[in-house]
């Protein structure tokens, strides 16, 4: 049994004997010999299982749900739907492999992400920001200053840095 808050990426060998199973604030996954990610921060308004290997059971309530690989597990907390779906795995664990990856992401999500990886705080000054949506991919290890700057090349927003607050505006 694990207990998990955050976002964490599991391989696990299957065994009748011994159980694996990861237990958040909303569900539990029980482990059927796999490898697949779990992303579940008690802050964000959705909890995800993605599934590469292999095969896994979500738990929510008295739910049970069983997910084959390349599929994704969804619970929305802010109404409790729950959605599951075929997606492109490396979107959610190319993160192990040191790359941060994302599909037409709005900016407030992709801002929270970076919150978490370079210990910052973005503050939009207006909602259009927000709304701006990235494709793409690039290495976690880049310098902080070289991906907003990248940001700033591609879409019609400026960063405004003091210190770990970052202030996001228009052009």
Known sequence: MVELK????????????????VRT????VKVLGTSFNVCSYEEDSLEQVTL????????????????????????DTTNEEIEVKPVNVKLYTSWIDGMFRFHNMPLDLLTVKLERWYDVHFVF???????????????????????????ERTTNVKFIINQKD????EK
Do not use: M
């Open 125 to 151: 000054s207006n909602e259009v920001c927000k709304n701006y949506r990235f494709t793409g991919a690039i290495r976690k290890d880049v310098d902080f200053n070289e991906f907003i700057r990248l940001i």
């Open 52 to 75: 590469e290997q292999g095969g896994v059971e979500v738990k929510h309530h008295d739910e049970t749900y069983l997910l084959h690989p390349g599929e994704q597990f969804e619970l």
């Open 6 to 21: 955050g976002e964490a990426y599991f391989d696990v060998t299957k065994s009748k004997e011994w159980p694996f199973i």
């Open 25 to 28: 604030c909303r569900s539990s």
């Open 166 to 169: 970052i202030i996001i505006q």
